[in-house]
């Protein structure tokens, strides 16, 4: 879904269309739109994380730190889920902050996978963004970004939308790859490392 899509579904959820099935033009909505897509897309990634990777390459020289290397990884890293090394998951390392410390001698490529925070909705982000979580958890959004359009309304009530945004999260599928179904496919790995 992207952005525009889902600004779409919020008007028809607020019933923001005349007799005529024209949109009405509403200056107040339209101005917080973006930044409550923001708020909802941050908002279900926290039910329905969202996994990304990227390599590591294990080289000298760099800053060592009481016999550990520190690799930096990506802005939107949230946190570690898995490393792989090769195609088997390797052993636990320590992390400090967004840094991956790995042992003084470990070479080769590790494939970290992460869990990632999407990237902020502003202002200025384009009606084709697409969103960062999957597309049942978009579909979500729009009844939690309609429900906070009507927090300020003295009329409707906001109550109902939160409580289909609530039932809709709880509904998703939140396992995460290779933890209780059966382990993660070689596939996944491949497409990982091209």
């Known amino acids: 879904m992207t952005l525009g899509e889902g600004k779409k579904i919020v008007l028809k959820l607020l019933d923001e269309y005349s007799s005529g099935g024209a949109v009405t033009e509403d200056r107040d909505i339209n101005a917080k739109m973006n930044e409550f897509f923001d708020l909802a897309q941050k908002n279900v990634a926290q039910y329905k994380k969202i ?16 016999g550990y290397l520190a690799y930096e990884m990506p802005d939107d890293f949230l946190r570690p889920f898995r490393i792989w090394n090769g195609k088997r998951v390797a052993g636990r390392y320590p992390w400090r902050n967004k840094k991956l410390l790995v042992p003084a001698g470990e070479t080769g490529v590790r494939l970290v996978e992460y869990v990632a925070m999407p990237q902020t909705i502003t202002d200025e982000t384009e009606d084709s963004y697409q969103f960062e979580v999957e597309e049942d958890a978009a579909a979500c959004m729009p009844y939690f970004v309609a429900a906070q359009q009507l927090v300020v309304d003295l009329i409707l009530d906001p109550a109902p ?8 999260l709880a509904g998703l599928n939140t396992v995460l790859p290779g933890s209780s179904c059966g382990g993660v496919r070689q596939e996944f790995y491949r497409e990982a490392r091209t």
């Open 51 to 66: 996994i990304k990777s990227c390599e590591v390459e294990l080289r000298a020289p760099q800053a060592e730190e009481n």
């Open 161 to 168: 939308l939160l409580a289909l945004y609530d039932r809709m």
